[in-house]
């Protein structure tokens, strides 16, 4: 017990006296959650849009203003007739043109029926599909209005409403990606490379000459980034809180018990590569590309999983981060408990048991 | 007494053979050194006896301790330094010898009357990282952290390699007092001015031991009678005994050549006729003793 004592000391110095250790561990955090919270949004604010409104009246109006208060829109440009739409998509000045018909008003008194006509420019899919969506979205709101309003009533109505994440902040969608990326990066690559390092100076070789059990060896370097890891998500979670207003429906217990045996995971993984690797660019390299690229693509982090064609489905099913990242949407966003997830703490507990044993038969404790 | 046992024990990677059929002994609280140029396989041999590389075949047992079976208690009982640094250079020269004194379950103070000589020295820089240690001092920490728990075996691969000439003077004054502490000591050196300073030496070359005894019994073997030339034009004045003395064995030393011949001092004068020549009989060093050896193989 002194032993390890003394090694996780050891292992702390080495930590906290390397700035990019340091750097790795708390500033990269931050700095991920910023740019995937802010920067890789789905969400869309201030669309410049278009319209040609050839009624002007009472409704086309509410219509107009509806959508130059919501903050999906800006009105880049009033148009005066059709002729200036295809210049206007060419400048790229706007994304979106709205056209409301003549008599608007008239029309739906009288007839109960009008027409608005949207022209999106689709050369970015996403942000077409997007625009339409809220742009639909805002004509039903209006509707309804008329509807309560007036005797007229609407020819059709659709309510749809977003369960878990109502206004669909697709920063709440990254950040448990983003702790299971940062978990891989510190519990995976910042231990992987340790041990390497202990074999690539040659203070491996001092360390197996000692009384140390190869138990010993493992447990004193995975202790000090265990703890950091706690240290971080809690971090993360408490970024996430105040930038992010992120909830958690779920139970901090179920939370942390998730994040706990996953970091047990991503520490697992981390031995089984330096066991196996002799060099620090090598453990470096499969912490990234074994392990961070998929975190990143494969995991339903950013890519839904039921987009994937069948063969990459198939590929995610063996990904352990995305066992967490779905953990964590479910306690966090839906309030799940071990009822709705004991698969995922079961595949997780399952993946961890396989490295370790990996892990241990591959350990040496001779040189050759 | 007997401490160390080497048997029969061979090593090979990849078809290079490092070690081939290597035995000796070493006495208890003897200085047994190990000489060889680079490459002979003193490294191998050092790891293997550390139970860091486990032999192809053969065994070794140390202090009645098989080495293959009993690994993890002979771990406790050798201390090791290893060629290269290989201590943490971002740990301060304390908090390296704190931590290998805990790992070891002592404590400094325990034995510290063992290292003091030699940690005394580097005590004024003991906040300093050992990554900004010199190379003397590197050394001087190296060894107290491998005798920190008082070892009964200590395994030094060429100690004094890269170590200025002072130093290496006093390394080995300081091997002495642990030998008296009672600690056997194997030493590897690929300077053989450092072979006279042990009590046995074993000479190494391509994984074999050419041979095993003490400083005085390979220098009284030396079975020629051997003479200093010097001459301004060394490699002519070497072509120019090699006519005249085909069987002698000539070697250059520096500035000068040793020849090596059953020929008395006066017979040589009298065979030698060239000017501005230096002849001198001297007694062998370990170094001619070497080339002999490895020259009879």
């Not at chain 1, 996780?8 to 740019?35: G, N, S």
């Not at chain 2, 009284?220 to 009678?225: D, T």
Request: some cysteine; charged content about 20%; overall charge neutral.
């Amino acid at each position: 017990m002194k032993q390890l004592i003394a090694f996780i000391k050891k292992e702390f110095f080495h930590i906290f006296r390397d700035w990019r250790t340091l750097i790795v561990i708390f500033a990269i955090p931050a700095i991920q959650l910023i740019v995937f919270g802010y920067a890789i949004s789905n969400d869309l604010n201030n669309i410049s849009i278009g319209i040609l409104d050839k009624s002007n009246d009472e409704f086309s109006k509410k219509i107009v203003s509806k959508m130059t208060f919501s903050n999906f829109f800006k009105i880049g440009h009033i148009l005066q007739s059709e002729k200036e739409i295809e210049k206007l998509f060419k400048s790229g000045k706007v994304k979106e043109v709205v056209i409301i018909q003549q008599n608007f008003s008239k029309s739906i008194i009288k007839n109960g029926i009008a027409s608005i006509q949207i022209i999106a420019d689709a050369s970015e899919p996403n942000t077409a599909n997007l625009a339409i969506n809220y742009t639909s979205a805002l004509i039903n709101n209006f509707v309804q209005d008329i509807s309560k309003t007036t005797a007229i009533v609407p020819p059709y109505s659709i309510e749809v409403k977003m369960l878990y994440n109502p206004t669909l902040q697709s920063s709440w969608m990254f950040i448990p990606g983003i702790i299971a990326l940062i978990l891989t990066l510190i519990s995976v690559m910042l231990t992987s490379v340790s041990i390497v390092k202990e074999k690539e100076y040659g203070s491996m070789e001092l360390l197996l000459v000692t009384p140390l059990k190869s138990l010993t060896i493992i447990i004193g370097k995975v202790v000090p980034y265990f703890i950091l890891s706690i240290i971080n998500i809690s971090f993360i979670f408490l970024l996430g809180h105040i930038f992010f207003a992120l909830p958690v429906q779920g139970s901090l217990f179920t939370l942390y018990m998730l994040s706990t045996m996953y970091i047990i995971l991503a520490l697992s993984i981390g031995i089984f590569i330096s066991v196996n690797v002799a060099n620090q660019q090598v453990a470096m390299l499969i912490s990234l590309v074994a392990l961070m690229l998929p975190t990143i693509l494969l995991s339903g982090f950013i890519f839904p999983i039921e987009n994937m064609p069948k063969w990459l489905q198939l590929f995610s099913i063996i990904m352990p981060p995305r066992y967490f990242i779905e953990g964590l949407r479910g306690i966090m966003l839906k309030g799940n408990g071990f009822q709705e997830l004991w698969i995922n703490f079961l595949v997780i507990m399952f993946m961890t048991f396989i490295f370790i044993i990996l892990s241990i038969k591959r350990f040496k404790s001779r040189l050759i | 007494m007997e401490a160390i046992r080497v048997n029969n024990i061979t090593k090979s990677y990849e078809n290079i053979n490092a070690l081939s059929n290597v035995s000796f002994s070493i006495n208890q609280t003897e200085i047994f050194g190990l000489i060889g140029p680079d490459g002979a396989g003193k490294t191998t041999l050092i790891r293997i006896l550390t139970s860091l590389i486990l032999p192809d075949e053969g065994n070794a047992y140390i202090l009645n301790l098989d080495l293959k079976k009993d690994y993890k208690q002979i771990r406790k009982i050798i201390g090791y330094m290893p060629q290269r640094f290989s201590l943490y250079m971002d740990l301060s020269v304390e908090e390296n010898l704190q931590f290998y004194a805990e790992i070891f379950g002592v404590s400094i103070k325990d034995n510290y009357y063992l290292i003091e000589p030699i940690y005394k020295q580097i005590e004024p820089y003991k906040e300093r990282k050992a990554g900004k240690l010199s190379g003397g001092m590197k050394q001087k920490l190296a060894l107290s952290c491998a005798l920190i728990h008082r070892p009964k075996f200590l395994l030094l691969d060429e100690p004094t390699t890269g170590v200025d000439a002072i130093s290496r003077i006093e390394f080995w004054e300081m091997l002495k007092n642990y030998q008296n502490e009672g600690i056997t000591i194997l030493v590897s050196t690929p300077y053989m001015d450092e072979a006279l300073q042990c009590n046995r030496l074993a000479f190494i070359k391509e994984g074999k031991i050419l041979t095993v005894a003490s400083p005085s019994e390979i220098l009284n073997n030396y079975p020629f009678n051997i003479y200093d030339i010097k001459n301004e034009n060394t490699y002519q004045t070497i072509e120019y005994f090699k006519k005249i003395i085909p069987d002698a064995i000539i070697n250059r030393f520096g500035q000068s050549l040793h020849c090596s011949t059953q020929l008395s001092f006066d017979e040589i004068i009298q065979a030698t006729d060239i000017n501005n020549i230096l002849i001198e009989k001297i007694e062998p060093t370990i170094e001619d003793c070497f080339l002999w050896i490895s020259q009879q193989q």
